[in-house]
């Protein structure tokens, strides 16, 4: 019993990854992070041994928020 519910698990879990994987870029910057994640993660220093898919998303949400970062900087330069 407790097998069946392992298996079912595992099957939900890699369903999630799968569909969060093909979800549409929404934005420029969202394809700039997706490329420098895929150019960056078997190169990148990884010193707390996650997976290349872990690490990919994690080089992601940096770059994402470096954009932000940086975006809120230029709207608050251009305001008056």
Avoid: H
């Amino acid at each position: 019993m407790s097998r069946t519910i392992v298996v079912a698990l595992l099957c939900f879990t890699m369903t999630k990854t799968a569909l969060a994987q093909s979800e549409p870029i929404q934005s420029p910057q969202d394809a700039a992070c997706r490329d420098e994640a895929k150019a960056q993660v078997f190169s990148a220093p990884n010193p707390k041994g996650l997976s290349l898919y872990n690490l990919g998303a994690q080089i992601y949400r940096d770059c994402m928020r470096r954009n932000q970062a940086s975006g809120d900087r230029t709207r608050r330069q251009r305001a008056p």
